[in-house]
């Protein structure tokens, strides 16, 4: 044996003890390498290049389902689930879901017209709620504005638990239905357009409240916060909305453009908003040009301002509303029996596509002014879990995430996972080959570490 033949062997015979530790490791790699490969959807293709993105981001793992004309076939619907479908321009579709008798339950349906349609501010869709035996629940329409300007618009269905109407547990039917400027329900506005269907279901109280909605309440406005603008770009859907609290906020906008924010209440507390375009240089008036509207939890509309522009600041500011209690569902006006409970409520700025004729391609500055008022206190607490969970509530780090705006563009676990299935198997795979070499290289450490000296 050549000299020095025992020390070269050496390290061998170790890197034969060691290297087991890494070569029980490489399955785990893999195997986290393919589930990556599995669950997740391929990365979507490039988007060529001054391409517009699309008008809505829908949620990610959104199921499609295919309305029927009648109840007969009508698809079902699962609380706590998302659904996609499209509503062609003569579209009545219905579907079905399944409540207990002490279930509150919310359907909300969004309407996405294409980029390029052309509406009237009476177009838009009705969406209604009815038992097995036809009767009534609730009716509720979404219309595009004074804006004319095609948007996503959402309308709420719902049954509620305890009213005359719609007693008792069984199956129930959602219809939703395509308007146009007469309201006939034969749309003007030609093409199909896309819909999100999200059905929330909110469970009876532990014990029975109040019956009546508060008689008083701060309808005062307070002045707008005057702090310097910090920018936030907003999300282009409900489950990409950008978190927001308090303060002034600066964004960008161009013609037909919808961006969505939400801002975390607890129950007790009272939001004050508003919106406005900045200078433009232009002459002209454009009607409708900016819309400011807030939408609930589970997507309920509550309120909206629109407003005019001639190229000058002009403001659009939600009118006071009532702190976040339970009883304001017993209220008549939609300002107030819609903020009937705590979470994260939505603000959504459209700027109107017909900007661009009167003042150009943009971007606009619009500056979004949120102040939260009010004291929080304890919910009433639910003799059950609302579906999904934790859609009524506001936890810390929703609090946390309005301050720094981290978490926009959420989904949850399946955004998550679709950031994460956008790097593509190619990225995959080299931190397959990073991790392995990471593992080699310690043991290699240890090797050397214990050669014999010289």
């Given at each position: 044996m050549?000299p ?6 050496l ?6 003890v060691?290297?087991?530790r890494?070569a ?10 393919c ?17 517009r993105?699309g008008p ?10 295919a309305?029927?004309?009648n ?5 079902v619907?699962?609380p706590?689930r ?8 003569d579209g ?5 879901f399944?409540l ?11 309407a996405v017209?294409p980029?390029?349609?052309?509406v ?5 869709i ?5 038992d097995?035996?036809g009767t009534s629940?609730s009716y509720?329409?979404?219309?595009f504005?004074a804006g ?11 049954r509620e ?10 199956t129930?039917?959602?219809l939703?239905?395509?308007l146009?400027?007469q ?8 093409g199909?357009?896309d819909l999100?269907?999200?059905p929330a279901t909110e ?13 008083a309440?701060?309808?005062a406005t307070?002045?707008p916060?005057?702090?310097e603008?910090?920018d936030?770009?907003g ?6 909305a950008?978190?927001l609290?308090e303060?002034v906020?600066?964004t ?7 961006r ?6 607890d ?7 508003s919106?406005?375009?900045g ?14 509207s807030l939408?609930n939890p589970?997507r309920g509309?509550v309120?909206d301002?629109?407003v005019g522009?001639t ?14 209690e339970y009883?304001?569902?017993y209220?008549?006006p ?6 009937r409970?705590?979470?994260?409520y939505?603000l959504v700025l459209?700027l ?8 150009g391609p943009g971007?606009?500055?619009v500056?979004l002014r949120?102040?939260?008022g009010?004291?929080a ?7 059950g879990r609302p ?5 009524l509530?506001?936890?810390?780090q929703?609090?946390?995430?309005a ?5 926009g563009g959420?989904g949850?676990?399946?955004?998550t996972?679709?950031?994460v299935?956008?790097?593509?198997g190619?990225?995959a795979l080299?931190?397959f080959l990073?991790?392995?070499t990471?593992?080699a ?10 050669k014999?000296?010289?």
């Open positions: 050549p020095g033949a025992r020390a070269s062997f390290p061998v015979a170790r890197a034969r060691l290297f087991p890494v029980r490791a490489v399955p785990v790699l893999l195997a986290a390498v589930a990556v490969a599995v669950l997740l959807p391929a990365a979507p293709p490039a988007v060529a290049a001054g391409a993105p809505y981001a829908f949620t990610p793992g959104a199921r499609v389902v309305g029927a004309p109840t007969a076939g009508a698809a619907l699962d706590g998302t659904y996609r479908d499209t509503l062609r321009r009545r579709l219905y579907y079905r399944t207990a008798a002490g279930d509150t339950a919310y359907v909300p349906v969004t017209p980029a390029d349609a052309t009237s501010a009476t177009d838009g009705r969406v209604s709620v009815r097995a035996h629940c509720a329409s979404a219309r504005g004319l300007s095609p948007r996503p618009v959402t309308a709420l269905g719902q638990a305890g009213k005359a109407l719609c007693r008792g547990a069984g129930y039917y959602l939703v239905e395509r146009d400027a309201g006939t329900g034969t749309a003007a506005a030609a199909a357009w999100e269907i999200a469970p009876a109280l532990a014990r029975t409240g109040a019956t009546t909605a508060p008689r309440w701060d309808s307070p002045a916060p005057t702090a603008p910090r936030r770009v999300g282009a859907g409900f489950t990409a950008r978190p609290g303060g906020w600066r960008r906008l161009e013609p037909g453009q919808t969505f924010y939400k801002v975390p209440l129950w007790g507390r009272q939001l004050y908003a919106a406005g375009l200078v433009s240089p232009g002459h002209g008036y454009v009607g409708g040009a900016l819309d400011l939408y589970v509309y309120d301002a629109s522009y190229g000058t600041a002009a403001p659009a500011p939600l009118q006071p509303l009532p702190p976040v009883a304001n569902r209220a008549v939609t300002a107030v029996t819609s903020v409970f705590a979470g994260e939505y459209h109107s596509a017909r900007m661009a004729a009167t003042f971007p606009f500055e500056t949120v102040r939260v009010g004291r206190h304890p919910g009433p607490g639910y003799a579906v999904p969970d934790g859609v509530t506001v936890t810390g929703e609090r946390t995430a301050l720094t705006g981290a978490g959420g949850g676990r399946a955004t996972l679709v950031a299935g956008g790097i593509g190619g990225t080299l931190l990073g991790g392995w990471v593992l290289r310690r043991a290699q450490r240890r090797i050397n570490a214990q014999p000296t010289a």
